[in-house]
């Protein structure tokens, strides 16, 4: 079987290596097929290229594009996009602006309930104000033993009616397609089964997201269980769509499943890849 690995972060976005740590790691779990797909970002791309390259790695150059779709959060995968491609880049400009006035008031939620010293803590792991996510605040409450670790801190802080939860407006679900589209790229729903969607909802999303010329949906995620691999590759089959397969990985110790750990595709499914030169 083809080792495919289509999503996961570098420290351009919430991951906590860089790209070329990233390529490395997955170079040595056996990835053969790798995409860095950063959130609302592409700047690691060209040292994970680079990397992957001098590994013998296929690489697939993505993005991870954050939009709000039925006033919910809800992830767009482009694998194969061109990264330097005018409008893609200024979209993804536009969809990280406002990120560290949110932060700011994430911050301010924190401190109204003990917790001080937020906003500086989270930076401490980005470095970059405009890509400051729930993931940086996650890691500073680790570090400062107010939970054991991320998981904890998603239960109890930075989530719907939780402290620390500040709702962003992100591009919307058309903007994202076309974006990718335009970018000679593939557009993927990235892990349907984290969106608490009824049936209802979930079909809306996956109608308009076609209509849109979006081709894909992961099956095989790290963000799935066992049981949703199957959920999932029914939704494939019936919607027709391109099934992808990828760890969803940021760090060592953090994320469900390593690089490259995850079981294959279920059959009868047809990948994401299925047309490309490998």
């Not at 790209?19 to 997955?26: K, S």
């Not at 290229?49 to 809800?74: N, Y």
């Not at 767009?76 to 990280?96: C, F, H, K, M, P």
Request: with cysteine.
């Amino acid at each position: 079987m083809l080792n495919v690995d289509l999503h996961c972060h570098s420290t351009v976005s919430d991951g906590a290596l860089a790209p070329a740590e990233v390529a490395a790691r997955a170079s040595a779990n056996g990835v053969q097929v790798w995409a860095l797909t950063d959130h609302d970002e592409v700047g690691g791309i060209a040292e994970a290229r680079a990397a992957a390259d001098a590994l013998g790695m296929r690489f697939v150059p993505g993005v991870e594009i954050s939009i709000t779709w039925s006033e919910k959060t809800v992830h767009i995968v482009g694998l194969q996009i061109d990264e330097r491609n005018e409008d893609l880049v200024r979209g993804l400009a536009s969809t990280r602006s406002g990120r560290e006035r949110r932060a700011r008031e994430m911050a301010a939620q924190l401190a109204a309930v003990g917790i001080e010293g937020a906003y500086e803590g989270a930076l401490e792991f980005v470095g970059n104000p405009d890509l400051i996510s729930r993931t940086h605040f996650a890691r500073f409450l680790v570090e400062k033993g107010v939970c054991q670790d991320t998981a904890e801190v998603f239960r109890n802080y930075l989530t719907d009616g939780k402290p620390g939860f500040v709702p962003h407006r992100w591009a919307t679900l058309k903007e994202a397609v076309t974006w990718i589209r335009g970018a000679g790229g593939t557009a993927v729903v990235a892990h349907p089964g984290r969106y608490d969607f009824s049936d209802m909802q979930l079909d809306a999303l996956l109608t308009e997201f076609k209509q849109l010329g979006g081709t894909g949906v992961e099956v095989v995620t790290g963000s799935h269980t066992v049981e949703e691999y199957g959920i999932f590759a029914g939704v494939a089959r019936r919607y027709g769509l391109l099934a992808s397969r990828g760890s969803d990985f940021h760090a060592p110790g953090e994320s469900p499943i390593d690089l490259g750990a995850l079981p294959p595709l279920p059959e009868s499914l047809t990948p994401v890849w299925k047309d490309w030169q490998i």
